[in-house]
């Protein structure tokens, strides 16, 4: 079975804050994801990495940077963060790009 | 217009009843379908994968494809309080993954 975990289940940060969300995954995936979700807006995709070292911006990139500096593991970071940022943040990953994907079990992160 | 549209509900039905949720896509290359079931405050987990037009059955669970629609659904037969969720659509063919919004259902016991 494959295992995605986060580093946190619940984080409570202040405004102006740096903040390292991590992921780890144990299945050799070549893909990783952040999404955060937040009501009615449904999963937006934050950034991908097809490889180490590499990144993609998703569709809301602003605001946030990732670093996969080894193949299982995939940080999101939050420069400074801001109450808007407050969501589940949730990690992924996947075989191939168009291959299923595997979620954790989401870091609920509340921006004070 | 969305590549992926789907009623959010929430969609409250008895226990025992059949469930039936719908995602309507715009996007031809989609080639391959998912619905994932998320509980409160879980990630989601992938439930029913589909890469043909047709019928998939699972237990319970019926995922259906109308590739010509362009309408896929998915059915819980007898269904369980168990059940309640929220359940996700996702596809794919541009090697990225777009999901809908998500339908919350509740079994009421």
């Known amino acids: 079975d494959v295992k995605v975990t986060q580093s946190s289940r619940y984080l409570v940060k202040r405004t102006g804050e740096k903040v390292f969300l991590e992921c780890v995954q144990d299945?050799?995936?070549?893909?990783m994801f952040w999404y955060r979700q937040d009501p009615g807006l449904g999963l937006r995709l934050i950034y991908f990495?097809?490889?180490?070292?590499?990144?993609e911006k998703g569709d809301i990139p602003e605001g946030y940077s990732v670093s996969r500096e080894k193949k299982e593991r995939f940080s999101l970071i939050l420069e400074s963060a801001s109450t808007n940022q407050t969501s589940m943040y949730l990690c992924?990953?996947?075989?191939?790009?168009?291959?299923?994907?595997?979620f954790g079990p989401g870091t609920r992160l509340t921006v004070l | 217009q969305k590549e992926v549209e789907q009623d959010p509900g929430p969609l409250s039905v008895p226990e025992g009843a059949i469930v039936s949720l719908n995602c309507t896509y715009s996007?031809?290359?989609?080639?391959?379908f998912m619905w994932y079931r998320q509980y409160s405050r879980k990630g989601p987990e992938l439930l029913m994968y589909?890469?043909?037009?047709g019928n998939k059955e699972d237990g319970r669970f019926t995922a259906q494809v109308d590739k010509s629609s362009k309408y896929i659904s998915l059915f819980i037969r007898d269904s369980q309080p168990s059940d309640s969720a929220t359940y996700l659509c996702?596809?794919?063919?541009?090697?990225?993954?777009?999901f809908g919004k998500g339908n919350q259902v509740v079994v009421i016991p």
């Open positions: 990495s097809y490889d180490v070292k590499m990144k």
């Open positions: 996007n031809s290359a989609f080639q391959y």
């Open positions: 589909t890469y043909s037009s």
């Open positions: 299945m050799d995936h070549e893909n």
């Open positions: 996702a596809m794919n063919g541009n090697n990225r993954l777009a």
């Open positions: 992924a990953s996947s075989l191939t790009s168009a291959d299923t994907q595997y």
